[in-house]
C-alpha cells in the first residue's frame, strides 16, 4: 500500500477533509482502487494498487457543520447526499480562505518605493539634460547661437 497524491506530495494545498473527499471520491468512481486505510503521518486515504483489497467500511469527513460519512452511501448532518450535494456541501464547509497579509504588502511598497524612486529621480535627471544640451544647440530654450 501507498499514498496517492497527485505530484507525490505527502501533503495537500486543499484542506484534509477536501483533499480525503477527492480521493475517497476517485475511488468511489472506479479511477483509483479502493481506500484501505488512513495514513498514520499525514491522515490521508491509502489506496490499494489491487482492486481485489477490501475497502474500508465507513470513512469520516469532520465539518464544522457535522460529520460526512463516506461508505455505501452518502451521510451527511442531514441525512443521505447525491455525490454532487456531497461534493457541493463540503466545498461550502471547508472552502480556503487566505487571511490577508498585511505585513507581505507592506514590504511589496517599501520595496517598489525604494527601486522606484531612483529610477524616477534618474529618468527625470536625464530628460532635464536632455533638454539643457538641446537648447545649448539652438533649439527649444532660445538661447544664443554658438556656432
Known sequence: MRVLQAGGTRRSELPP????????????AGRTGPVVGRCATCGAPMVADDATVPPLAEWIIATPAGDL????QLVGPSGPLTEAEADQWLNAQLAVTTPRNVFGTLFELA???TLG???VLWACSLAVTLYFFYGLWGGWIGMPDVR
Do not use: Y
Not at 69 to 72: F, L, P, R, T, Y
Open 17 to 28: 477533509g477536501l483533499a480525503q473527499w477527492r480521493v475517497l471520491r476517485d475511488a468511489r
Open 117 to 119: 524612486v531612483p529610477f
Open 69 to 72: 460519512s463516506v461508505g455505501e
Open 111 to 113: 520595496l517598489f518605493s
